[in-house]
């Protein structure tokens, strides 16, 4: 038998293929240290390379309160008495959300005539929604119906059988009708002959430093009133009152 002669060349061609031949599993069976497969690996970099996950939007603040319950005698013990322009039966007692200073929600309560319980849930609605700032909200009668002290305590409130605070013949207060709310006495203080009251307000007397909780023309507080058709006693020229609004205009 011939043995065929084999060249050199042809030998160093053939030794190079069967060494791939042999490295092939080996480069097909890892892809570094992980020991995945090439498809495996290619997977768990585009894994890897997604878009995080957005973040979760903040969540929304308590949802607004506004509910109305009659008012008895007892309710109102020290801010109605027989003589009142209106009697209990025709008042309501509101719980009402608001928007602290402390930058959270409360809810407080107020007594107003029923006839305007619906703008007032309007009203403050849209004090809370767009976080107006209110630092406290209770009934007179927590004050024993004192005016002077419910204003020092920086309360937001409604319903005050009591005359209106103005030179001349006494005459009842649009308070005293339910018809009129106070809202951050000591922000917006009243300026009854030179004076603020509550004494405390004299340092909100320069308006045009505008800060938390003040009336201002075209502000939150202001517009909230207005779109309702209440009006401010800060256009008062003669002795403007800048935390009073009322349905009456009074």
Request: aromatic share 8%.
């Amino acid at each position: 038998m011939s043995v065929r002669r084999v060249s050199p060349r042809r030998v160093a061609v053939l030794a190079a293929v069967a060494g791939l031949l042999l490295a092939g599993p080996a480069l097909a069976g890892c892809a570094g240290d992980s020991g995945l497969t090439s498809a495996a690996w290619h997977a768990s970099t585009v894994r890897t390379s997604a878009a995080p996950s957005p973040t979760p939007a903040s969540p929304s603040p308590t949802p607004f309160v506004g509910t109305a319950s009659p008012v008895t005698a007892d309710t109102v013990a020290h801010t109605w008495h027989a003589g009142c322009p209106v009697g209990p039966s025709q008042l309501r007692l509101l719980h009402l959300s608001y928007w602290g200073f402390d930058n959270s929600p409360h809810v407080g309560t107020m007594v107003v005539n029923s006839v305007v319980v619906t703008d007032v849930l309007k009203v403050f609605q849209s004090l809370y929604e767009q976080r107006f700032p209110i630092r406290q909200m209770q009934p007179e009668d927590a004050y024993g119906g004192s005016d002077p002290d419910s204003m020092a305590a920086d309360n937001t409130s409604g319903f005050n059988c009591r005359n209106a605070v103005a030179t001349g013949k006494p005459s009842w207060s649009v308070h005293a009708y339910g018809e009129a709310i106070d809202v951050n006495t000591v922000e917006n203080p009243y300026i009854f002959q030179g004076q603020s009251q509550p004494p405390a307000g004299a340092a909100y007397e320069d308006r045009s430093n505008v800060r938390p909780g003040m009336a201002v023309k075209g502000g939150v507080l202001v517009q909230a009133f207005a779109a309702v058709g209440w009006q401010w006693g800060g256009r008062w020229a003669d002795g403007p009152d800048y935390q009073h609004f009322s349905k009456t205009g009074g």
